[in-house]
């Protein structure tokens, strides 16, 4: 038979075993839809300062996107950004906006990230 205290700590255990599952493998947050301009092309400015601000980005299979992104900082890290699906990537000067163009057709989930791959992000194209 257990132990009051074994059972709290038991209890606590199995919460906190929960909370990190979610936290790695729980549901995502919504991304942040792109504008459409007038001439037709999905833009949205992204801040890259420890991140990518916004993380998740939501657009329109089908219709060109350009995302501008603007370094504010000086970590070598977030040097260039790199959306392997969509065979582009750009160097991110810091202080600098640079556009990244492209045209997802197909619906999906597709991951962009640093060069070295610590700092990401998610395209959400419906």
Known sequence: M????QIVVTLVGITLMAGVAWFFWGSRRA???ASVTSAGVQEL???????YNPSVIEVQ????VRLTFQR?????????V?????DRS???????????????????SYAFSCEMG???GMLLVR
């Not at 400015?45 to 991140?51: D, H, Q, S, W």
């Not at 750009?90 to 999906?108: N, Q, S």
């Open 2 to 5: 257990m132990e009051p205290a």
């Open 31 to 33: 991304g942040v839809r």
């Open 45 to 51: 400015l992204v801040l890259v300062k420890g991140g």
């Open 61 to 64: 299979a089908g219709t060109p």
């Open 72 to 80: 504010e900082e000086s970590a070598a890290c977030t040097e260039v």
């Open 82 to 86: 790199v959306f392997p699906d969509f």
């Open 90 to 108: 750009a160097r991110l000067p810091e202080g600098e906006r640079i556009p990244v163009d492209f045209v997802p057709e197909v619906p999906g």
């Open 118 to 120: 610590m700092v990401r």
